[in-house]
């Protein structure tokens, strides 16, 4: 295939974090934007668009270092006369791909006023190389078998890790070259490298971190940012997890005590569900479920833990559901716990993503969390006794042996840039309270909360109110978006048969 290549080159310094670290410095390397026909994903007939590929070092520390390319593609506006000032696209994880999203521009109604630019964070999916772990996804599958003890899980993922390390490390993958510096460092690339001078950010999750550190590192360029269920640098994720997760629980049992239809449906459904979380982890629930891999039946112990995680697993759309389908499950009605569980039977999957997953975690969010605050919250509540709110262990991340992050990397950023942070109200992965104690670091910012809705609102398709309003946004920092769609969003509407 002809490629047609753009590079630029350019001399500067590097900025000292402390003695032992820096910030990668974009102007230390060669970049190129390598122009392709034809992209990962296939693009329905009709939307205009360039595709290729940002090649960038692995490792902007060390000069002799590996050349890596991540998919970008740069989606025409279908307005004849766009705005100058693109949006840069990424979205979470970390290990999510952002490709996906490519063939469905026809709804991304950002298109209507400018370009749309989505690109893949290095170590995706789609990116070269891959940062894949079948080892680990075969792993999880293991450990989450009702047979296998805790310590033969522990011992199932450390392997898995180990010899996910080893295979990348002898593909000359550079482990530690993935992490949120250098992802903020690729975009930063892009945008010179395309000769962009004013552009507006739209992360969801996790890539809000990337939009951090793009704010403070590289702030030049950025018109505004939306920070779609932001994850604050300065939080430690795994020492308040379980505890966010049972506060949005809370949260949406008393909106059902508060609505009269709903209290009178379900009286005292609250105090009625945490007695019996409590009961089921002293004495477990046995559940019966078929292993479709085996054929099968398998018998799980079900604690208040596990349904704990089922809560976490739901949609914005399932919200009005959860005080009928909890007392049901309270009647002896299995279905929705078996469904639940039956997923964790499914043959596992690639591990797409999960190299770079580990890399991120156990460079930058491990290293800052308390052990002790993590032991004391896996048994603080008694509902949920057992679950761990880490997301990787310290065995993992040990063998994992990547280096950990400057100090700098959990300090909040303040900015003066434009910023939306958008919310959803009962979102227990980035609750609203993080968003709310950002929002004083970034002097020009607006905050909004969608009642009853959960984690990524700019995504929530069947309702794109999230989205109108971060384009509205985008037409005008300056303002608070207050669409009349926002304003109309109610309270749930509990389903009570």
Same mark, same amino acid.
């Given at each position: 295939?002809?490629?047609?290549?753009?590079?630029?080159? #350019?001399?500067?310094?590097?900025?000292?974090?402390?003695?032992?670290?820096?910030?990668?410095?974009?102007?230390?390397?060669?970049?190129?934007?390598?122009?392709?026909?034809?992209?990962?994903?296939?693009?329905?007939?009709?939307?205009?668009?360039?595709?290729?590929?940002?090649?960038?070092?692995?490792?902007?520390?060390?000069?002799?270092?590996?050349?890596?390319?991540?998919?970008? !593609?740069?989606?025409?506006?279908?307005?004849?006369?766009?705005?100058?000032?693109?949006?840069? *696209?990424?979205?979470?994880?970390?290990?999510?791909?952002?490709?996906?999203?490519?063939?469905?521009?026809?709804?991304?109604?950002?298109?209507?006023?400018?370009?749309?630019?989505?690109?893949? @964070?290095?170590?995706?999916?789609?990116?070269?190389?891959?940062?894949?772990?079948?080892?680990?996804?075969?792993?999880?599958?293991?450990?989450?078998?009702?047979?296998?003890?805790?310590?033969?899980?522990?011992?199932?993922?450390?392997?898995?890790?180990?010899?996910?390390?080893?295979?990348?490390?002898?593909?000359?993958?550079?482990?530690?070259? *993935?992490?949120?510096?250098?992802?903020?460092?690729?975009?930063?690339?892009?945008?010179?490298?395309?000769?962009?001078?004013? *552009?507006?950010?739209?992360?969801?999750? *996790?890539?809000?971190?990337?939009?951090?550190?793009?704010?403070?590192?590289?702030?030049?360029?950025?018109?505004?940012?939306?920070?779609?269920?932001?994850?604050?640098?300065?939080?430690?994720?795994?020492?308040?997890?379980?505890?966010?997760?049972?506060?949005?629980?809370?949260?949406?049992?008393?909106?059902?005590?508060?609505?009269?239809?709903?209290?009178?449906?379900?009286?005292?459904?609250?105090?009625?569900?945490?007695?019996?979380?409590?009961?089921?982890?002293?004495?477990?629930?046995?559940?019966?479920?078929?292993?479709?891999?085996?054929?099968?039946?398998?018998?799980?112990?079900?604690?208040?833990?596990?349904?704990?995680?089922?809560?976490?697993?739901?949609?914005?759309?399932?919200?009005?559901?959860?005080?009928?389908?909890?007392?049901?499950?309270?009647?002896?009605? @299995? =279905?929705?716990?078996?469904?639940?569980?039956?997923?964790?039977?499914?043959?596992?999957?690639?591990?797409?993503?999960?190299?770079?997953?580990?890399?991120?975690?156990?460079?930058?969010?491990?290293?800052?969390?308390?052990?002790?605050?993590?032991?004391?919250?896996?048994?603080?509540?008694?509902?949920?006794?057992?679950?761990?709110?880490?997301?990787?262990?310290?065995?993992?991340?040990? =063998?994992?042996?990547?280096?950990?992050?400057?100090?700098?990397?959990?300090?909040?950023?303040?900015?003066?840039?434009?910023?939306?942070?958008?919310?959803?109200?009962?979102?227990?992965?980035?609750?609203?309270? #993080?968003?709310?104690?950002?929002?004083?670091?970034?002097?020009?910012?607006?905050?909004?909360?969608?009642?009853?809705?959960?984690?990524?609102? =700019?995504? !929530? #398709?069947?309702?794109?109110?999230?989205?109108?309003?971060?384009?509205?946004?985008?037409?005008?920092?300056?303002?608070?978006?207050?669409?009349?769609?926002?304003?109309?969003?109610?309270?749930?509407?509990?389903?009570?048969?």
């Amino acid at each position: 295939m002809k490629q047609f290549v753009i590079a630029f080159a #350019w001399t500067g310094l590097f900025v000292l974090f402390n003695s032992c670290s820096r910030i990668p410095d974009v102007s230390s390397n060669t970049a190129r934007f390598i122009e392709n026909k034809k992209g990962p994903v296939d693009i329905p007939k009709g939307q205009s668009y360039r595709f290729g590929y940002l090649e960038v070092p692995e490792n902007r520390q060390n000069p002799n270092s590996n050349r890596i390319q991540l998919p970008v !593609y740069i989606f025409k506006s279908r307005n004849p006369n766009p705005k100058p000032d693109p949006i840069i *696209y990424t979205v979470g994880g970390p290990g999510y791909s952002t490709m996906p999203s490519a063939p469905y521009m026809e709804y991304y109604q950002y298109l209507d006023d400018r370009d749309f630019i989505l690109i893949e @964070q290095r170590g995706n999916y789609y990116a070269k190389p891959h940062l894949g772990c079948p080892e680990w996804a075969k792993a999880r599958y293991l450990a989450q078998l009702p047979t296998t003890s805790p310590t033969e899980a522990d011992s199932l993922r450390k392997q898995a890790a180990l010899a996910c390390r080893g295979r990348l490390k002898q593909e000359g993958i550079d482990l530690n070259g *993935y992490h949120t510096i250098e992802s903020a460092a690729d975009i930063a690339d892009l945008i010179k490298v395309l000769g962009i001078e004013a *552009y507006n950010l739209l992360t969801i999750s *996790y890539s809000t971190k990337i939009a951090q550190v793009l704010m403070r590192d590289h702030p030049k360029g950025i018109r505004s940012v939306v920070m779609d269920s932001p994850l604050p640098l300065e939080v430690s994720y795994d020492e308040e997890s379980v505890q966010n997760l049972l506060e949005t629980l809370d949260q949406v049992l008393s909106e059902c005590e508060n609505s009269t239809p709903c209290n009178q449906a379900f009286p005292n459904l609250k105090k009625r569900f945490y007695d019996y979380l409590e009961a089921i982890t002293v004495d477990p629930l046995e559940v019966l479920v078929k292993n479709s891999e085996t054929g099968k039946q398998e018998a799980f112990r079900v604690q208040g833990k596990e349904i704990a995680l089922l809560f976490s697993t739901i949609s914005s759309d399932d919200i009005p559901t959860v005080p009928l389908a909890i007392q049901n499950l309270m009647d002896g009605d @299995q =279905t929705v716990l078996k469904e639940f569980l039956s997923s964790r039977l499914e043959a596992p999957g690639d591990g797409s993503g999960i190299g770079m997953r580990l890399s991120v975690w156990c460079a930058e969010e491990y290293p800052f969390a308390s052990q002790q605050t993590i032991k004391e919250e896996t048994n603080r509540y008694p509902i949920t006794k057992g679950l761990s709110p880490e997301t990787y262990s310290a065995t993992v991340c040990n =063998t994992w042996k990547v280096n950990m992050q400057p100090a700098t990397e959990n300090v909040a950023i303040t900015s003066d840039i434009p910023v939306l942070l958008m919310s959803g109200e009962f979102d227990s992965d980035t609750p609203p309270k #993080w968003a709310s104690q950002m929002r004083p670091n970034f002097s020009n910012s607006f905050h909004l909360v969608f009642p009853g809705w959960r984690h990524t609102v =700019t995504t !929530y #398709w069947s309702k794109p109110c999230g989205m109108e309003s971060a384009n509205a946004f985008f037409n005008d920092p300056s303002s608070e978006p207050r669409l009349d769609c926002f304003t109309k969003i109610k309270a749930p509407n509990f389903q009570l048969q």
